[in-house]
């Protein structure tokens, strides 16, 4: 049987406040979401400036990142490349660039959603949040 790894409240807290700081650092008005493996959210955060819907799009990013053990860009550039259908799955949103995994020793032990700036800018954020836990 194996063990598994999951996310505690103060390596959620370093995430948060790293990727505030990267937000900060930018003057990126955003929300920083984080979810444990199975999507559900464990931290929401908006920033202020941000906008109200970015509190709804960021932890549907990062559902989408937890649940499908990839960043959510895979399903935007599916869904780019002309696989609308893929629109259909169920359960699926947050269909955007900005929703990171978290990775340890192979396994996605949760997942980093931002929304507010641009996609490429959401990823940076939450990568650089993903990046204080050292893995």
């Known amino acids: 049987m194996k063990t ?3 996310l505690e409240l103060a390596d959620v807290k370093a995430i ?10 930018n003057a990126w008005a955003v929300t920083i ?9 464990l931290w929401l955060q ?15 990013k990062a559902h989408t990142a937890a649940m499908g ?3 959510s860009k895979v399903y935007e550039d599916i869904i780019n ?7 259909t799955a169920p359960v ?18 949760g997942a980093v959603g931002v929304s507010g700036v641009k996609s490429n800018e ?11 836990l050292g893995l």
């Open 46 to 60: 908006r920033l202020d400036g941000a906008a109200a819907l970015s509190s709804h799009i960021a932890p549907a």
């Open 92 to 109: 699926v949103q947050g269909l955007l660039e900005g929703g990171v995994p978290i990775v340890k020793d192979g396994e996605v032990i």
């Open 69 to 71: 053990r990839r960043e």
């Open 122 to 132: 959401d990823a940076q954020i939450a990568k650089a949040g993903i990046a204080a």
């Open 81 to 87: 490349g002309g696989r609308t259908a893929f629109l």
């Open 33 to 41: 979401a984080i979810a444990d493996d199975a999507g559900n959210l």
């Open 16 to 25: 948060a406040a790293a990727a505030e700081a990267e937000a900060l650092k």
């Open 4 to 6: 598994k790894s999951y």
